[in-house]
């Protein structure tokens, strides 16, 4: 089902999925790490895809997060399988791998858009000098960056990629494409209010609702940039149907909902608009 309006459809900008052979496993790994936290599917791209239809999402990234430098030919791989019209994949670097130049080069020739990577399940803060040559390369390439920012759910209260960590990255690295999670820094939304509401700083909006008070969340999307606003669930760890009507009640007028649903991860994709 593809939403009327649309060149391509909806596009939900951070998902994730794991092979068939370990989604199970991953599922119930990360669901210990969480237990407050429910989900709403297996895991599986088959999963995935069959929300997509309940929900009518046209496609979405899913974004992989290697844990070690040695996932990374696995999920190159198992990424390259999954890809299609529907299922954009986004790779993961560590950032201890010793050729990230090579890797980021190797994703970019595979046709793939970006890489997402984690700053607590990868241990790393997002200034440090380590991934310097990974921003290096991503700038040069082009390929987008999503980053999960703010706290994380699963963990203590590090601050690993606040607010004012990513106003120094992109003043260092203007080339770089980086898409931030959860509207900017998750439960940091008072910082992000302070630093980056206003400033030309991609944001996706999954997990804020039951965090953050709807109108709250109206008026800092509102305040924002119309083209640098991305919808985002977080799948399967929010209903992709219920996140998509929660924007709907945000009555953020046509263009702003229609740049925020499609058009903006059209462009930002380069996909024809």
């Not at 496993?25 to 990360?30: D, H, I, P, Q, V």
């Not at 290697?66 to 990374?72: D, E, K």
């Not at 990513?166 to 959860?182: F, Q, S």
Request: glycine share 6%.
């Amino acid at each position: 089902m593809v939403q009327e309006g649309a060149i391509g459809g909806i596009i939900d900008f951070h998902t994730h999925a794991f092979p068939d052979a370990l989604a199970a496993r991953a599922m119930k790994a990360l669901s210990a790490e969480a237990p407050q936290l429910p989900y709403y599917h297996d895991g599986r791209v088959s999963s995935l895809l069959a929300s997509m239809d309940a929900a009518g999402i046209a496609r979405s990234v899913v974004c992989s997060i290697a844990t070690r430098p040695s996932q990374f030919g696995p999920i190159l791989e198992w990424s390259r399988q999954i890809a299609s019209d529907r299922i954009i994949p986004f790779p993961s670097i560590h950032p201890d791998d010793p050729n990230p130049g090579e890797r980021i080069a190797q994703i970019h020739k595979c046709g793939f858009k970006g890489v997402k990577m984690h700053p607590f399940y990868q241990g790393f803060y997002m200034d440090e000098p380590r991934l310097c040559p990974i921003y290096e390369a991503l700038a040069e390439t082009g390929l987008l960056l999503v980053m999960h920012t703010g706290y994380d759910i699963a963990f203590e209260r590090v601050r690993r990629a606040d607010p004012a960590v990513i106003v120094k990255v992109l003043r260092d690295w203007p080339e770089l494409r980086l898409v931030t999670t959860h509207l900017g820094a998750w439960e940091q939304w008072q910082e992000v209010e302070q630093a980056l509401i206003g400033r030309q700083v991609y944001m996706e909006v999954s997990f804020t609702d039951g965090y953050l008070a709807t109108d709250k969340v109206r008026e800092l999307i509102l305040r924002h940039p119309a083209e640098y606003v991305l919808f985002g669930t977080d799948s399967p760890w929010d209903d992709q149907a219920k996140a998509l009507a929660r924007v709907r009640e945000l009555r953020l007028g046509t263009s702003r909902e229609e740049g925020m649903l499609w058009r903006n991860a059209e462009r930002l994709l380069g996909y024809s608009l």
